[in-house]
Structure formats: structure tokens, C-alpha cells
């Protein structure tokens, strides 16, 4: 079964531009989640698709926003970058909402200057 | 609120030696708790998890981690290391039986493995 894949694997961006990330997720599964990892940090958790519709949601501006396709792949939006944005950002898939199955993705990292 | 801390930024340690990771969560219901594994330039690998049941459970490549209540921790071990078990390792928890509301992870320890 394929795996997680992330596109593009890296970016650079200018502040207060816009980007859009994307995910396909393993085969099989119909729930993707969205991770921001700094560097240095662990990851924190952006958001969940399921069914295509945003089932939850951490503590992220309404800047971050997603979308979840038919065939259960992903985009992630981020509007008006700021610096703070530069961070490896990782999509997980999972058979159903539940998190202890995850498949991370190898991430997108987003240099914002 | 849930939060976790990873006592340790940087662990060296030399090859065939035993080491522990040190992680300790804060949440007033029950919780899952996992470590993960993070290679250079890659994504986050399942090592392990406790949803419930036994307290002590491995994984394959020789890892163990213990959770204990009382002391609110989840700290991985493994008796002798190798080189190949270089990399950044994450404990996460989490309160909730489904995804909604993600996995709270910690900062991270670094396990550096000397020849």
C-alpha cells in the first residue's frame, strides 16, 4: 500500500503571500490531519478532515484553512504569511478519525521571508 | 488542557548502553499516550502506544516505555542502543478516544548514539 506523500517538499515564500500544500493520503484511509512543527519544537496540531469537513481544530488563526477531497486527499491554505509561519508542516492520514492509527507524510517545509 | 514536557532536549549515550527517555504529561482525565520517532528529513514514525491494559508495552526494534499513573510519566527505554537508533523522539498524548482535538505532543529529545 503506498504511503503519505506530500507536495511540493520544500517552499519559500514572501511575507504576505499565500501557499498551498498539499497531501494524498495511504490508500485505504479517509481522514487527514494537519501538523505545524517548528523548528525545534514538536508538532501542533492544526486541524482534521473527515468526510471532507473540518471535525476539529487547535489553536490556529482562521488564516489556516483546509479542504479534503472525494478521494480523501488534502489541502492545506495558509493566507498573509507571516515569519512565525517558517515551519516543516506534516499531514497524517488515518483509516477513521481516530489518531492511533496515523500515517505521517515526510512534511513541507515552508521557509517564509 | 493537556500538555506534555520531555525533561531532556539532548540525550548522548554510547552505543550497546542502555537509555531512557524522560516524559511526563499533565491532564485531569484519562489519557493515550505514544512516542514517536523522527529521522532526519523524514516524517514521524509510530514507536509505540498505551490506550489501556497493560502498563508496559514494547515495541519491535527493542524499546519499552512504562506508563505510570501516580507519577503521570511514559518514559522509553532500551537496553542497549545502537547507531541506527539515532534520531528525535516525541511523546505525545492525548485525552480523547478520537482525532478531533489531535495529539499534544512534547519538544522533543534528541538521542545522540557514540561509537
Known amino acids: 500500500e503506498t504511503g503519505v506523500t506530500q507536495s511540493p517538499t520544500h517552499l519559500i515564500k514572501t511575507r504576505g503571500q499565500q501557499v498551498t500544500l498539499r497531501c494524498s493520503s495511504q490508500?485505504?484511509?479517509?481522514?487527514v490531519s494537519w501538523y505545524q512543527q517548528a523548528l525545534g519544537q514538536g508538532p501542533q496540531f492544526i486541524f482534521q478532515?473527515?468526510?471532507?469537513?473540518?471535525?476539529g481544530r487547535g489553536n490556529f488563526p482562521p488564516r489556516f484553512s483546509g479542504l479534503q477531497f472525494p478521494n480523501y486527499s488534502s489541502e492545506l491554505n495558509v493566507n498573509a504569511l507571516e515569519l512565525d509561519d517558517s515551519a516543516l508542516y506534516l499531514c497524517?492520514?488515518?483509516?477513521?478519525?481516530?489518531?492511533?492509527?496515523?500515517?505521517f507524510g515526510s512534511g513541507t517545509r515552508l521557509t517564509v521571508v | 488542557a493537556q500538555s506534555v514536557t520531555q525533561l531532556d532536549s539532548q540525550v548522548p549515550v554510547f552505543e550497546e548502553a542502555p537509555v531512557e527517555l524522560r516524559c511526563n504529561y499533565s491532564?485531569?482525565?484519562?489519557?493515550?499516550l505514544f512516542w514517536y520517532v523522527q529521522y532526519p528529513n523524514q516524517g514521524l514514525q509510530l514507536l509505540l502506544k498505551?490506550?489501556?491494559?497493560?502498563?508496559l508495552v514494547e515495541s519491535i526494534n527493542g524499546f519499552e516505555a512504562e506508563f505510570n499513573k501516580s507519577q503521570t510519566s511514559f518514559h522509553l527505554r532500551k537496553p542497549s542502543v545502537h547507531i541506527s537508533d539515532t534520531a528525535e523522539y516525541f511523546c505525545?498524548?492525548?485525552?480523547?478516544?478520537?482525532?478531533?482535538?489531535?495529539?499534544?505532543f512534547g519538544k522533543g529529545t534528541h538521542l545522540i548514539i557514540q561509537p
Open positions: 497524517a492520514s488515518s483509516r477513521d478519525t481516530r489518531w492511533y492509527g496515523y500515517t
Open positions: 478532515y473527515y468526510r471532507e469537513e473540518e471535525n
Open positions: 505525545a498524548v492525548s485525552h480523547s478516544g478520537g482525532g478531533a482535538d489531535g495529539l499534544t
Open positions: 491532564s485531569s482525565v484519562s489519557v493515550y
Open positions: 498505551y490506550l489501556s491494559g497493560s502498563t
Open positions: 490508500s485505504g484511509h479517509n481522514t
